[in-house]
């Protein structure tokens, strides 16, 4: 029996990279994509390319190489996206434009570009990366918000569409998690005051909780897991409350 294979997008840092990392681990060969190129590690079960998921074909090139390469794809991994949102009013077309095409409509154009080796063998597993400013309101952040929104939207719609046919789709919504950008983001007193000291459990994440919820969305154990979006955040969407740790 072959070694299942997995696309992940946004892979050259953060989560992306944390959840190559795991899935190459739990035994998968892995084609991993990033508009910024790399430094191609050489692994025999790892592809790496370079492509922006802005370009409406790009996904078509990526599915196409990791056919050449790996003969299969069994699992979809939604991570590319890109922030610096601002409020409605503050937002012109073009800025709306790069969020939405980047964010959302580029893990609708890989949705589609795998469907046809997975609905083909009847089996595979998409998992979008959402974000928990898709499930609740944030300041200055109308585009992000909406893309991640759309994101929630679109995975319980394939649900729909393609659970009989052996396609699971699921996603998650990180909350604050320890990134370059979110580091940073962390030396405002008020992000801390709102996000930090907010999350009851009285920590950030660490981009390998997200990758270990991807890893097993994407595996056997999650067989009758659909549909869903499942929030990883400390428990901060759920129950806010100031936490002095």
């Known amino acids: 029996m072959s070694r299942p294979v997995a696309i992940v997008t946004g892979a050259a840092g953060g989560i992306g990279a944390a959840t190559v990392a795991r899935l190459m681990a739990d035994g998968l060969r892995v084609c991993a994509v990033d508009r910024a190129e790399g430094e191609a590690p050489g692994h025999e079960n790892r592809l790496d390319l370079t492509e922006d998921l802005a370009d409406p074909s790009a996904p078509a090139r990526i599915v196409q190489a990791t056919l050449d390469r790996f003969g299969q794809i069994d699992v979809l991994v939604n991570n590319a996206g890109v922030g610096g949102a601002r409020a409605v009013h503050e937002t012109d077309d073009a800025g709306w434009s790069r969020i939405i095409e980047i964010n959302l409509t580029g893990s609708f154009r890989m949705s589609r570009a795998v469907l046809p080796d997975m609905l083909s063998r009847g089996s595979g597993s998409i998992i979008n990366v959402a974000s928990m400013f898709g499930l609740i309101g944030w300041r200055n952040n109308a585009a992000y918000a909406a893309s991640k929104a759309g994101i929630d939207g679109l995975t319980r719609q394939m649900t729909a569409d393609?659970?009989?046919?052996?396609?699971?789709?699921?996603?998650?919504?990180?909350?604050?998690?320890?990134?370059?950008?979110?580091?940073?983001?962390?030396?405002?007193?008020?992000?801390?005051?709102?996000?930090?000291?907010?999350?009851?459990?009285?920590?950030?994440?660490?981009?390998?909780?997200?990758?270990?919820?991807?890893?097993?969305?994407?595996?056997?154990?999650?067989?009758?897991?659909?549909?869903?979006?499942?929030?990883?955040?400390?428990?901060?969407?759920?129950?806010?409350?100031?936490?002095?740790?």
């Open 162 to 245: 393609y659970a009989a046919k052996g396609v699971r789709v699921n996603a998650v919504a990180p909350g604050l998690i320890l990134t370059a950008m979110t580091e940073r983001l962390l030396t405002d007193q008020v992000y801390r005051e709102l996000i930090l000291q907010g999350t009851p459990v009285g920590r950030a994440g660490k981009v390998g909780d997200v990758a270990n919820l991807i890893a097993f969305l994407a595996s056997d154990q999650a067989a009758f897991i659909c549909g869903q979006t499942i929030a990883i955040d400390g428990g901060w969407t759920a129950a806010r409350v100031r936490n002095n740790n």
